[in-house]
């Protein structure tokens, strides 16, 4: 096993090892001997050379596995279970849809799970958790009351929902689930005030890699690391961070004295509000613009305070040139949108979006011979070759929607 003391394991190549096998046979044989490719003995070198190159492979490979910084898949799995740290499966997005439908006394508007499926216009849809009945008029902020364009009166319920499938791409943003699946007598809209939140793809090795050599760093206690390492450790949060006042006075981002304000990207609010109250050092006060009731061993109840990342949309404007011959016309510019997608989807809080790294995605699609790439804050403010950048607690996001693709065709 060839290990080098500053490079750890270094695996031959096959040409090596072939020359290496074809040298013992000369040796054995004589200097006469035909190691041609084609022949019977070159024939045998290059089997024996096969079976060597193929348990090289598996002696880095257990190598590796014996490192977190090297190991992979389930090696690596089996690494983080000895911390305790497993690898997160990927979780459904949830979200607060706010229905409004029709108010009438003889006849009230209710919605159960079964009928209270919601979409986007991409296709994400939305099953709400609880069935709602809409019997009271609702009030506009100046006191009157909620109608539709012709007068009627509506009522107005909130209830949540969770995404019908797991990953990432369904933490859609606000203002988004405006569709009903089914038609409800009564139903009059919906929309999704905030975003959803807390869908995940499965978790990558790159990321089980840093959260376990966390929790070797700094175990979940109640210190500042150890509350961010907790609440990085459930399944459905993707990033966390938290300012620590421990000041008499306010600090720089507008926290009260002695407070502590939790910022997470994703995660079940129930969840995340119990797992920061379990940290918590003692008589510590948090802030932030959710609130969640938890109970403590004594049965009696706390309310905890925090904040979601504040998603911040980036609207893309790509130029390609494709060759006809080569570039799939049927998906092949979805599958630009999607790969664009999946690149954000690895932010967290505070990244900046560079420009450059999105050509990989795009030119990784068969058929694009040549891009050109605008993105800004909003359509009206799109430039070429910038970067965006954006506040600490703030995560870079995009949905097909906000991505435009002008395909310049060659060939045709």
Do not use: C, W
Request: hydrophobic content about 30%; cysteine-free.
């Amino acid at each position: 096993m060839p290990i080098d003391p500053q490079y750890g394991y270094v695996r031959p190549d096959f040409q090596d090892i072939l020359n290496k096998v074809k040298s013992m046979y000369i040796k054995q044989f004589g200097s006469d001997i035909d190691l041609s490719d084609t022949s019977i003995l070159g024939g045998f070198a290059n089997i024996n050379a096969q079976i060597i190159d193929d348990f090289e492979a598996t002696s880095q490979a257990n190598y590796a596995a014996r490192h977190t910084l090297t190991s992979t898949g389930t090696e690596l799995d089996d690494d983080g279970a000895d911390e305790n740290v497993f690898r997160k499966p990927a979780t459904n997005s949830y979200v607060e849809l706010q229905i409004q439908g029709y108010v009438d006394d003889d006849s009230q508007t209710v919605i159960t799970t079964d009928e209270g499926e919601f979409s986007t216009a991409d296709g994400h849809i939305f099953q709400i958790l609880s069935d709602v009945t809409i019997s009271e008029p609702a009030k506009k902020d100046d006191g009157s009351t909620l109608t539709d364009e012709d007068g009627n009166v509506l009522g107005q319920v909130n209830v949540q929902a969770i995404s019908e499938e797991t990953g990432a791409d369904n933490n859609v943003m606000a203002n988004t689930i405006i569709t009903p699946e089914e038609s409800v007598d009564g139903f009059y809209s919906v929309t999704n005030p905030r975003a959803a939140v807390g869908g995940a793809d499965t978790e990558s090795d790159d990321s089980l890699r840093k959260r376990i050599l966390s929790n070797r760093i700094s175990k979940p206690n109640n210190t500042l690391n150890g509350i961010t390492t907790a609440i990085k450790n459930i399944d459905s949060v993707k990033d966390a961070r938290l300012i620590d006042n421990n000041e008499m006075t306010a600090d720089k981002y507008g926290n009260p004295p002695l407070t502590g304000h939790l910022y997470v990207v994703g995660g079940n609010d129930d969840e995340v509000a119990q797992t920061y109250f379990q940290h918590l050092p003692p008589l510590e006060k948090t802030v932030g613009s959710i609130s969640k009731d938890v109970i403590d061993v004594g049965n009696k109840k706390h309310t905890i305070y925090f904040d979601h990342a504040n998603n911040v949309p980036i609207f893309l404007s790509i130029t390609i040139s494709t060759d006809v011959n080569n570039f799939d016309t049927d998906s092949g510019e979805n599958n630009i949108k999607n790969n664009i997608i999946n690149y954000f989807n690895s932010f967290n809080m505070g990244d900046s979006v560079n420009f450059t790294k999105l050509y990989g995605p795009i030119y990784s699609v068969k058929g694009v011979t040549s891009v050109d790439i605008k993105l800004g804050k909003s359509t009206s403010d799109l430039k070429e070759n910038t970067n965006i950048n954006v506040d600490n607690f703030d995560l870079p996001v995009v949905t097909a929607d906000n991505i435009q693709i002008i395909n310049n065709k060659v060939g045709e």
